[in-house]
């Protein structure tokens, strides 16, 4: 009798001993979450030391794999402040990348009886495959073609291709755009560089002018990305004083969406969600982590905004179609 009666203290004790809070791993989940929360929201601020803030920004999005493992990690602990810590980054990355994620097809307009269709690509110097490039944006029906990183060789397989299709061309250095529609005051931009990687024309749509720039970004790497950073700073400079009202910067900016740099640029202009979803990385292609590859607007309607496989480069190509 007396062994039965200690049975459920014995066992009320051990439930006692299961609940309690796991204290340690509690203010780990607590500081690793506030970590990931903080990076994510105020990622401009950290410091690029050693191009840690590169890589950070060039990577933000993905920070929200580190989520789920801190959520089972806080429901683990058995602690009520450790889950509600592990919600603030989850919040605060849905808040970042949810609506950029939402497919823009659900909310897109009809084309209208003018379009215009772009087509951007880093066709990789020394691909071999600037010309498949080229015949397959073509194939896509786009009035315009913008290539970036063309070597001698590959400048002149494109020109074979595009050229009566597209016979409006204009380029500088290893930046090109090919047009159905007449290019008209097209000039080499000044980026303080001291070499020339942009164009800024006027399109001659039917439905009146559309300024076009082209800019292929000096490269960005951990601890060597100033050139960058100044060219796009100089860039912003541009669309806030162009008198059309209508207006597209494309090209490869070797910068992400996150990254800091491109900020300046988004004061003026907007970038438009993926026509299936998602956030539309366009580097490595062989494996997408990033977007480097942008068409950025303003003064249109976006109805189709995708990216696509063509040629060899190790960029994937952007294809969009606007409302003029």
Avoid: K
């Amino acid at each position: 009798m007396s062994a039965l009666l200690q049975a459920p203290g014995r066992t009320a004790r051990t439930i006692t001993r299961r609940r309690r809070p796991r204290t340690g791993l509690a203010l780990v989940v607590c500081v690793l979450s506030l970590v990931v929360a903080a990076t994510l929201g105020f990622h401009f601020l950290v410091p690029d030391i050693a191009g840690f803030g590169l890589l950070v920004e060039s990577a933000l999005p993905w920070l929200g794999l580190v989520i789920p493992v801190l959520v089972v990690a806080a429901f683990v602990s058995r602690s009520r402040g450790a889950i509600l810590a592990a919600v603030v980054p989850v919040i605060v990355w849905a808040v970042m990348f949810v609506p950029a994620m939402v497919p823009l097809s659900w909310t897109a307009p009809a084309a209208s009886a003018s379009t215009l269709t772009v087509a951007s690509q880093n066709v990789e110097a020394g691909s071999g495959t600037a010309g498949e490039s080229a015949r397959a944006l073509a194939e896509t029906g786009a009035q315009v073609i913008a290539l970036q990183e063309m070597d001698d060789a590959g400048r002149e397989e494109v020109a074979g291709v595009l050229g009566e299709a597209y016979p409006y061309t204009y380029g500088i250095g290893t930046v090109g755009v090919w047009s159905a529609y007449p290019i008209e005051n097209a000039q080499a931009l000044d980026l303080g560089l001291g070499w020339q990687r942009g164009i800024a024309a006027d399109l001659a749509t039917p439905s009146g002018l559309v300024s076009i720039y082209v800019v292929h970004a000096a490269s960005a790497r951990p601890g060597d990305h100033a050139a960058r950073d100044e060219m796009l700073a100089n860039l912003a400079d541009y669309p806030p004083r162009d008198e059309n009202s209508r207006l597209l910067l494309l090209g490869d900016f070797n910068a992400a969406s996150t990254d800091r740099s491109m900020a300046g640029l988004f004061d003026s202009l907007d970038e438009a969600n993926q026509s299936g979803g998602g956030l539309g990385f366009t580097w490595p292609a062989a494996f997408p982590a990033t977007r480097l590859d942008h068409v950025l607007q303003r003064g249109m309607e976006v109805v189709s905004h995708t990216t696509l496989r063509v040629g060899a480069s190790d960029h994937l190509a952007v294809l969009t179609t606007l409302n003029l």
